[in-house]
C-alpha cells in the first residue's frame, strides 16, 4: 500500500476536514478525496463518514489509522537509517583481524566508530586466517583483516593488499645477541625462539631464508602479540613479528631488534578480505579505508627510520 496515502489518511482522522487536510499535506481538497477514495476502493470498506459538518472515523477507519501510524513510523525510520547507513553511520558491523592487524587496529577502529558513528554496532573476531575466511564465506564477518597469501585466485574474494614493511627478530635488550653487531643466520637458531602463529606462506618463507626447517625450531607460538612480546622480556625468548607490532617495545627498551647476517628482507603479505559478490556497507568501506590509512603510516614511519 502507497505510504503517501497512508499519510493521507492519517491527516484526515487527525483534521476531520478536507479543507485543513489538504493544506497538511500539501494536495488540493479534490486530490486528496481521490486518494482517500482509491484506498477505500482497494480496500472495500469505508474508512470515513462524510457529512456536511465534515467527516469522522468509521469503526474500520479507527483500526486501519491505528495500524497505519505505525506503518508509517516505521516508513520514516526505515528512511532515516537507511539515510544514516549511507553516511556510514549505522548498522551493523563485524570485523575479523588477524594477529597484526588485531594489534594495530583494534584500538583505532572501535575509537573511530565510538565517536563518528555510535549507531554502528561493531563486533571484533580474531582468529588465524583460516578460521577468519570460514566466517566470511559464512558471513558471520563482513571484512576481515589478514594474511592473503594464497588467495589471489579466488573468484568469490576481493583482496585489497595493505602497505608493507619488514619482519624481524627481536629479544630483551639482557639477552646474549643484543650486544652483537651481527648474528649469523644459523647461530639464531641455536636459541629459544618465539612467533605467532604462521600461515604456511610465511614459514615457507622463512624457511627459504635459513635454507632449513624451522617448525620443530620454534619453541613457542599464539596467535596474540602480547603474548610474543611477553615471552621475550620475561623468558628471555627470541621472537619474530612485524617491526610495527613491536614497536611501542622498542622505543621504551623492552625489546631490540636482532641483527642478522644475511638481512632479513622478509615482509607479511596482508590485506583485507572480503566477498567479491557482495556490495560493502558505507561502514565496511570506511573500516577499510581507515585500516589502509593506518597500515600507510606504519609503511611511512619505518621507511622514515631507515633513513634517519
Not at 610474543?228 to 623468558?235: F, I, N, S, T
Request: hydrophobic share 45%; proline share 5%.
Amino acid at each position: 500500500m502507497d505510504i503517501r496515502k497512508l499519510r493521507h489518511v492519517l491527516s484526515l482522522a487527525q483534521h476531520l476536514t478536507f479543507s485543513r487536510a489538504s493544506i497538511d499535506v500539501n494536495l488540493s481538497q479534490p486530490a486528496l478525496s481521490r486518494s482517500i477514495q482509491s484506498i477505500e476502493a482497494e480496500l472495500g470498506i469505508a474508512l470515513f463518514d462524510r457529512s456536511p459538518s465534515g467527516v469522522s472515523l468509521t469503526p474500520f477507519g479507527k483500526v486501519f489509522t491505528e495500524r497505519a501510524r505505525r506503518i508509517v513510523l516505521e516508513a520514516n525510520e526505515l528512511q532515516r537509517d537507511l539515510a544514516l547507513m549511507q553516511l556510514g553511520e549505522y548498522g551493523e558491523l563485524s570485523i575479523g583481524l588477524g594477529a597484526t592487524p588485531a594489534i594495530l587496529l583494534t584500538q583505532p577502529l572501535l575509537d573511530y566508530f565510538l565517536l563518528h558513528a555510535p549507531q554502528v554496532h561493531v563486533s571484533i573476531k580474531r582468529g588465524g586466517r583460516d578460521a577468519l575466511l570460514r566466517l566470511l564465506l559464512d558471513e558471520q564477518v563482513d571484512i576481515f583483516f589478514g594474511d592473503i597469501a594464497l588467495l589471489e585466485d579466488r573468484s568469490d574474494l576481493h583482496l585489497s593488499p595493505l602497505p608493507r614493511w619488514s619482519s624481524g627478530f627481536f629479544c630483551a635488550p639482557d639477552h646474549p645477541l643484543a650486544a652483537r653487531s651481527v648474528v649469523p643466520r644459523d647461530e639464531l637458531l641455536s636459541h629459544r625462539i618465539g612467533s605467532i602463529e604462521l600461515s604456511p606462506w610465511a614459514m615457507a618463507d622463512l624457511c627459504e631464508y635459513f635454507e632449513q626447517s624451522i617448525a620443530s625450531v620454534i619453541s613457542f607460538r599464539s596467535d596474540d602479540f602480547r603474548d610474543v612480546e611477553a615471552a621475550a622480556v620475561g623468558a628471555r625468548v627470541v621472537v619474530f613479528g612485524n617491526r610495527s607490532v613491536f614497536r611501542n617495545a622498542i622505543q621504551r627498551g623492552a625489546l631490540v631488534e636482532v641483527p642478522l647476517d644475511p638481512p632479513l628482507e622478509r615482509a607479511a603479505r596482508l590485506g583485507s578480505v572480503t566477498l567479491a559478490a557482495r556490495t560493502l556497507s558505507p561502514a565496511v568501506s570506511r573500516a577499510k579505508a581507515l585500516a589502509e590509512s593506518i597500515f600507510a603510516d606504519y609503511a611511512a614511519t619505518e621507511i622514515e627510520a631507515k633513513i634517519d
